[in-house]
């Protein structure tokens, strides 16, 4: 691709402490030179889902995922299941489609987390969104894996986050090429 791969990164938690706000942070400080990562910022202003006009915010939320060429989502688990902020966001794409064959990496970073990250799998396999082999990884007991600065010092966990952003590239990469052809 001749100009920078553009992916956008969305935190499924509102809350000030959230330790996937800081991953997506992480993440954005750690992408390679011809990537671009913007970190999605809407996610309070969104309305609950409804079949009236979107508002300027879910236009917005939308224009943003169309215009990203993959999209990586960094996701808590909350009572057994995905966060509510986040799927109604998700829902809002669900008749517009910007999500349909998009490349999309999930990370879902929990104290366990094993029931979100498997009905994420299944939310994104009903929208045909394009999760490339390696673009999904769960990381249990995400608090023990920051320092007091908020960054990743867990090497293994670092190197399993860039494998995931790479598999992502990847097939962002492999889509372009296929165009170019
Ligand atoms: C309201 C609430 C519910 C939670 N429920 C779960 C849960 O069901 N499973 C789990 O693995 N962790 C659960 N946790 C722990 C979170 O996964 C953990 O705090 C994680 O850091 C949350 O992500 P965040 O910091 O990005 O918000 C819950 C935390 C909160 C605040």
Redesign the pocket.
């Known amino acids: 691709m001749n100009r920078k791969i553009k992916i956008l990164a969305v935190?499924g938690?509102l809350?000030a402490?959230?330790?996937?706000?800081l991953l997506v942070k992480e993440v954005q400080k750690w992408a390679p030179s011809n990537v671009e990562i913007t970190i999605y910022q809407g996610l309070a202003t969104l309305p609950a889902f409804d079949d009236q006009e979107p508002t300027e915010a879910v236009i917005s939320w939308r224009q943003q995922l169309a215009d990203a060429d993959g999209i990586l989502i960094c996701s808590?688990?909350?009572?057994?299941g995905v966060p509510g902020t986040l799927k109604n966001a998700i829902e809002w794409t669900v008749r517009s489609g910007e999500l349909v064959n998009k490349p999309l990496a999930l990370i879902t970073?929990?104290?366990?987390?094993d029931?979100a990250h498997a009905a994420w799998l299944q939310i994104f396999s009903a929208l045909s969104s394009d999760i490339p082999a390696g673009g999904a990884l769960l990381i249990p007991f995400?608090?023990t894996k920051f320092n007091e600065n908020g960054e990743v010092s867990d090497a293994a966990t670092k190197e399993a986050i860039l494998n995931t952003l790479q598999a992502l590239i990847q097939t962002i990469d492999q889509k372009a090429s296929a165009v170019d052809q």
């Open positions: 935190s938690s809350r402490t959230s330790t996937n706000s808590p688990e909350y009572a057994f970073a929990a104290s366990s987390g029931k995400i608090r």
